[in-house]
């Protein structure tokens, strides 16, 4: 049974950095999975003198969660780990409820991490979640397969953030045998054995191996390498894209437009059909709005799309504008889309603005108070980009914990 460990631990050494101040979180909920994960990511933390931060959600979705939560503060007391007890408060849907417990786990996980200084969080997912993927699929879910390695799907609150799932390819029941070989309780979630939920529909009829990668498929490397930022959107030799798969066209929709609801594979389908040759493109797709001509093809922001809140920031504080530009200053900011105050810059700027794709001028970060945009140098307020880290992360060209 040491060898659970040994290759844990083997993951750990590939991916993480042993010398980092920062620490490593652990995503914890007291299931044998994540309780093996835990007991390793500790001794692996200490042997290095990395700190470990236990993050613990409780959805509010059951009496006992509370409870849960304490068992694992416990946890972390007893593994000398920092502990962060999370909570998905509000009303919840009646409909969809899994995926929304999902999509607020990654979020609260992402905010925690990010607060702390993490840059990784380790989870607990296993060979049997990802044949529970496969049968689920099987039934017209479209359930991702877990990955070893990538991004947090969490956005914005997961910028800059990576999950590392070193268990891949070990099985529930190992993991299991595992921990009772060291006299480990865990707890059992009857959730998984409740058939009105999809997984554990998938998780008592599933047979068969698993197909899927274990990472990004390197052509998408390969495509992320040969974009280029574009005001905050993305720029690519059109010859790159003939025959692209759906994976890389949805990731650049996704991260020019500062959105994270993937398209449809229907939709997806059409624009890569559209993109062959090099007939003059102009669509709109997940909130993107896609240019091509016969050498590149553009993905902007949707000038179009609804929904730009304004962004308010205080001196000293750091935001994210539309999911596309984080903003930091020193002074206190009011950020909005720069459509409708272009005609009001100086000469210099509205040069440099028409130096620009068209479609990616309106969608800029405007300053009210400066009135400028943030393109170039304004006292003290820096704006980054996004686009094109996001797409570079998803694309599999992060390997490891960013220093």
């Not at 070893?148 to 190992?174: I, N």
């Not at 730009?308 to 002074?331: K, Q």
């Amino acid at each position: 049974m040491r060898g659970l460990a040994a290759a844990v631990q083997q993951d750990l050494d590939r991916r993480l950095r042993s010398a980092s101040p920062a620490p490593i979180a652990v995503a914890l909920s007291g299931g044998g999975d994540s309780l093996a994960l835990a007991l390793i990511a500790a001794d692996w933390a200490h042997a290095h003198g990395r700190r470990l931060l236990i993050l613990t959600v409780d959805h509010r979705l059951r009496e006992e969660s509370a409870a849960w939560t304490q068992a694992c503060a416990a946890t972390a007391a007893r593994l000398r780990a920092d502990f962060r007890a999370l909570a998905w408060e509000g009303e919840k849907p009646t409909t969809g409820l899994p995926a929304a417990a999902r999509a607020a786990r990654h979020r609260l996980i992402a905010d925690a991490a990010r607060e702390a200084g993490a840059k990784v969080v380790l989870m607990g997912h296993t060979a049997s979640d990802r044949l529970e993927a496969v049968a689920m699929r099987d039934t017209g879910s479209t359930t991702p397969s877990p990955r070893a390695w990538g991004p947090s799907p969490a956005w914005p609150e997961g910028r800059g953030v990576f999950l590392l799932r070193p268990m891949l390819t070990q099985t529930r029941a190992d993991i299991r045998a595992w921990l009772a070989g060291r006299g480990e309780t865990w707890i059992e979630d009857p959730a998984n054995e409740d058939h009105s939920f999809a997984r554990a529909r998938a998780r008592a009829r599933m047979s068969g191996g698993e197909t899927d990668d274990l990472a990004p498929p390197r052509d998408l490397a390969d495509l992320a390498r040969a974009t280029t930022d574009l005001a905050g959107g993305l720029a690519v030799p059109r010859s790159a894209l003939q025959d692209a798969p759906g994976a890389f066209l949805a990731a650049a929709c996704l991260c020019a437009a500062g959105t994270a609801r993937p398209p449809r594979a229907d939709a997806l389908a059409r624009l890569a059909e559209a993109l062959r040759g090099d007939a003059p493109l102009v669509a709109t797709l997940a909130g993107s709005r896609i240019e091509a001509d016969d050498s590149q093809v553009r993905f902007l922001r949707d000038a179009g799309r609804r929904g730009v809140a304004p962004l308010t920031l205080a001196a000293g504080e750091t935001g994210v504008w539309d999911g596309r530009f984080e903003i930091n200053t020193d002074r206190d900011v009011t950020i909005q889309p720069l459509t409708g105050h272009a005609a009001g810059l100086p000469a210099a700027q509205r040069a440099d603005l028409k130096r620009l794709p068209a479609g990616a001028r309106g969608t800029l970060p405007f300053i009210v108070s400066a009135g400028s945009p943030v393109i170039g140098a304004i006292p003290g307020v820096s704006s980054r980009p996004l686009a094109l880290d996001r797409l570079r992360a998803a694309c599999g060209l992060v390997e490891g914990e960013p220093a």
